[in-house]
């Protein structure tokens, strides 16, 4: 896509991925694509914050090339070591062997396993700037946002937040900015950006937002490392990774089941209407057709999960296992769970549920549902019952932790 300008001086020189399908090994599923941001400053001192994913290099240089001449570049500031950013590293020292590399203190280890090319390590801590000029870089070290080594770097008299990962999306586009892009599908990718990186580190983007906060740093553009660019309203995206990483939630309830011969579906359904009838909003999602990454999203707003799986050798089905196992990973915060299931001859699925919901930190508040065989019509009355208590349990919510 080449080369855009962000403000005078400042240019993204980043690398669209239209076919990127899979992040992160398999377990994000990209299904707009992606990018990969790097941002070129042209000062008395030229910097370039950021690479591109590794096969993404030639573009980079190609844009790099169309500012300045590469034997301009003084400066590459390396906000994060993951490969999708540092990726290129090695090929832009090549071609500009004079570049003075910057990066935190706890990137220093694993930028020199990556690229042992890369020998001079220029580190910086928070509070540390760097002059262009007219033109100053602070660095802001954001340790496990999301990784150990994220930093941000702010371009102060410019008011531009380059904070990496931090306030991204995977979202592939001909556009660069917020206010070029449908602000509905924008939002989407960036919650399910929050819940399925980022959520983790929620007290750590509470503490590092209050930071900035005291650091009374005006911030008239946030560009990130993926997605688009934030110009027309960055005020958006802060008030919702406040709002996501607060844990706050509304009155809706999310029910994901996987159903081996259709009686945890039939289970699901009815708790579904119980839900429903007792006023709360609901989402269903049968896992092995769904989204993963889509389920956690929801979760972003839902204060409730109730998941279900019949059970088989004990437990429960291989694909519950996959969203639970993620869930123990993400450990969301202020979030209650259920679980539900049928069963043959002995039980398993329901308890086994349960002690993975636990793992993940949620409350186990309501005794979980299992029906030997086939749901009989008292037992549908009772996963009406259970979504009803549910419901009854997270009315009133107005998206406040309790
Ligand atoms: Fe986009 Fe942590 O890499």
């Not at 579904?272 to 389920?295: C, H, Q, T, Y």
Request: hydrophobic residues 45%; charged residues 25%.
């Amino acid at each position: 896509m080449g080369l855009t300008t962000v403000s005078e001086n400042v240019y993204w020189v980043g690398a669209v991925d239209w076919n990127i399908r899979w992040f992160h090994g398999y377990t994000y599923y990209t299904r707009r694509g992606t990018t990969y941001n790097a941002y070129l400053i042209r000062d008395e001192k030229v910097a370039l914050v950021d690479t591109v994913y590794t096969p993404f290099a030639g573009e980079l240089l190609d844009s790099i090339r169309k500012v300045v001449s590469l034997s301009d570049l003084d400066y590459l500031v390396i906000n994060h070591i993951e490969l999708d950013h540092a990726g290129s590293l090695a090929e832009v020292l090549k071609a500009a062997p004079q570049a003075r590399v910057y990066c935190s203190p706890k990137a220093a280890e694993g930028l020199r396993k990556y690229f042992p090319e890369c020998r001079e390590l220029n580190l910086v801590k928070t509070g540390d700037s760097l002059s262009l000029g007219r033109y100053t870089l602070r660095f802001i070290e954001a340790p496990m946002l999301h990784w150990p080594d994220s930093m941000f770097t702010y371009l102060e008299e410019q008011e531009i937040l380059l904070p990496n990962d931090a306030f991204g999306q995977h979202l592939a586009s001909t556009a660069r900015f917020d206010d070029q892009v449908d602000g509905a599908i924008l939002m989407d990718e960036a919650a399910r950006y929050y819940a399925n990186i980022l959520w983790p580190f929620s007290s750590l983007v509470l503490k590092k937002m209050a930071e900035l906060e005291q650091m009374a740093i005006p911030v008239k553009i946030i560009a990130p490392s993926h997605g688009v660019i934030w110009r027309g309203n960055p005020g958006a995206i802060l008030d919702a990774y406040r709002r996501w990483a607060s844990g706050e939630a509304g009155p809706l309830a999310v029910v994901a089941y996987d159903s081996m011969w259709g009686s945890t579906e039939k289970m699901a359904h009815a708790i579904l209407e119980g839900l429903v009838a007792g006023g709360a909003e609901a989402k269903l999602f049968k896992i092995p057709l769904s989204d993963r990454n889509d389920i956690i999203k929801e979760l972003l707003d839902a204060r409730v999960l109730l998941v279900g799986s019949s059970t088989v050798n004990n437990g429960y089905l291989p694909t519950v296992a996959a969203l639970l196992d993620d869930l123990v990973g993400l450990r969301p915060v202020n979030r209650i769970g259920v679980a539900f299931g049928s069963y043959g001859w002995g039980g398993g699925a329901v308890k086994r549920i349960e002690e993975k919901l636990r793992e993940a930190r949620f409350e186990v508040a309501e005794p979980g549902l299992g029906i030997k065989w086939a749901p009989a019509e008292g037992e549908i009355e009772a996963c009406l019952a259970l979504g009803k208590r549910v419901a009854e349990r997270i009315s009133g919510l107005k998206g406040s932790p309790p």
